[in-house]
Each structure stands twice: as C-alpha cells, then as structure tokens.
C-alpha cells in the first residue's frame, strides 16, 4: 500500500511496501540461473536502478540519493521487489522505501530505510554469517539435495516462531537469529541457506489463504517443488507433530490455497 507523506510542487514522497506489485515491463526469456533470477526480467532502465540501489544498500548510504537512470513509479516497484526476492543476504535493510518523483509519475530520487544503524552492520552481518555457515555445514553432512532441503526445512522451523511484531521480520535475520518472524523471514532464511549450498531456491510471493504470502519455489535433483515453511511450522507447533504439509508440493496440489503475484509469475511460468 501507498502512503502519501507529502505533496510539493515538484516532489512528491511516498513510503511503499515490498509486498505491492504492478508489473509494466514485458518479460524476456529465463536462463534458468537461480542467483539474482528476478534482475534477468528488468529492461535496461530498470536493471540500471537495480545495480544502483545494491551498491548504496551495500554502502549503507542513508541519504536520499538521485538516481542514474530516472525510472517511471511503477516500474521501480518491480525493481526494487525483483532486487529484494534476489538478495535474502541484504537483512540490514527494510523493503520500504522512500522516493521522489516528478508530476508525471517519474522517480528521480530514492531514499533506504534501514533495520540498524551502520555502526551495528559488522557485528550483525558476523551473526549472520555464523548462524548461516553452522546451518549450512549441518545439511551438508547429508549425500542428497532431498536430505539437504528438508534438514534446513526442519531447522529454520525449530529455531523460529511467527511474530509479525518482530521489527525486522521481513529479513532472514528474523528467522535465523532472533527467532521470530513471518513468512517473508522463513522463506528468506531458506532461500540463503539453500543458496549457499547450491540448491536452486527462489523467493515467491503472492496469496495464501486470503492473505499476502512468502514462500519458496526449490530445484530437488532437476524437478521443482514448492515449499512453504510459515504454514509447515504454524501446523507443527499448533498439533505438537513435525509437518511437511506444504513440503516438496507440485504445482496443481500448491494451487490449491497458493496463488503466485504478477512479479513472481515470471519465475514459476519460465522454469
């Protein structure tokens, strides 16, 4: 949703949500690379405040800062959603944002909101690395991908609880390190530490039960499956029993109560 904070003459500002989606662009053809998936659907423009935004997310640049390439409003939804399902690692960042764009709907500039402050990244990104690298070093232990997948499945649900309370729930942080989050924690955690093991894993939104989701979409020995922890996890503390409800599901059994949004679609329907 669109928060109107202001209206000038010249700039207006608004605070989005990464959950909103309104696709523009026409899509072109998948590759079939796991890493940065969503960054290979952006035209030029789109690709350029891709790479922008990163590097300042990177730089921890807390300033509004102008954009190289001057974008249409819609079009830096897509992009700013595209470059937060690619990178799970960028936890230090919030997926709201401000802008400011002209009266025809163009966005010149762009300002990042942040979980922390900078003087915490060090110490934080440390967390997180250790956290990841233990998680990681235990599912390598198994000879299989099936093996490795439901380890992780089983593990990021142990160590995490929902709670939409949590400040940084949108993060793999949440999940991995404080133990809270929501849907969007679970599936990123996930999405990293498969990743990092060499499992294809994308980060998929849409609808679920009525309500905006997150969850993942993972390439088991060649065939893609879709998994959602948030539900496996709320059924298994609420019934005392591990579950795999939502585990390792195909496409037509996932439809059933999962339902992709328009900036996802493009990953499911090009696999």
């Not at 390439?69 to 919030?94: A, G, K, Q």
């Not at 793999?172 to 499992?199: D, E, H, K, M, P």
């Amino acid at each position: 949703m669109k928060n109107r904070i202001c209206i000038i003459s010249f700039l207006l500002f608004f605070i989005i949500g990464i959950h909103c989606t309104t696709i523009s662009s026409a899509a072109v053809a998948y590759s079939g690379e796991s890493s940065h998936a969503y960054s290979q659907f952006l035209d030029s423009t789109q690709l350029s405040v891709y790479n922008q935004v990163y590097q300042n997310i990177i730089n921890f640049n807390e300033d509004l800062f102008v954009l190289d390439t001057p974008i249409r409003e819609d079009d830096l939804e897509d992009t700013m959603n595209s470059l937060f399902n690619d990178h799970p690692e960028l936890f230090w960042v919030h997926t709201s944002y401000h802008y400011a764009i002209d009266s025809s709907n163009v966005v010149h500039k762009v300002r990042l909101n942040y979980c922390i402050t900078k003087d915490e990244l060090s110490q934080t990104k440390a967390q997180y690395d250790s956290a990841l690298d233990s998680l990681v070093a235990e599912a390598s232990k198994y000879s299989t991908q099936l093996e490795q997948e439901k380890y992780l499945h089983d593990e990021i649900c142990k160590m995490c609880t929902y709670n939409p309370y949590n400040d940084m729930n949108q993060s793999a942080y949440s999940s991995l390190i404080t133990g809270s989050s929501v849907c969007a924690g679970y599936a990123r955690a996930f999405q990293a530490a498969c990743q990092r093991l060499g499992i294809n894993c994308y980060y998929i939104t849409g609808t679920s039960m009525g309500s905006k989701h997150a969850w993942n979409l993972v390439q088991i020995d060649g065939i893609y499956y879709n998994v959602d922890l948030t539900w496996d996890d709320s059924i298994s503390e609420s019934a005392g029993i591990v579950s795999y409800d939502y585990f390792n599901q195909d496409n037509e059994t996932f439809s059933i109560d999962h339902s992709p949004s328009k900036l996802s679609s493009r990953i499911v329907n090009y696999i």
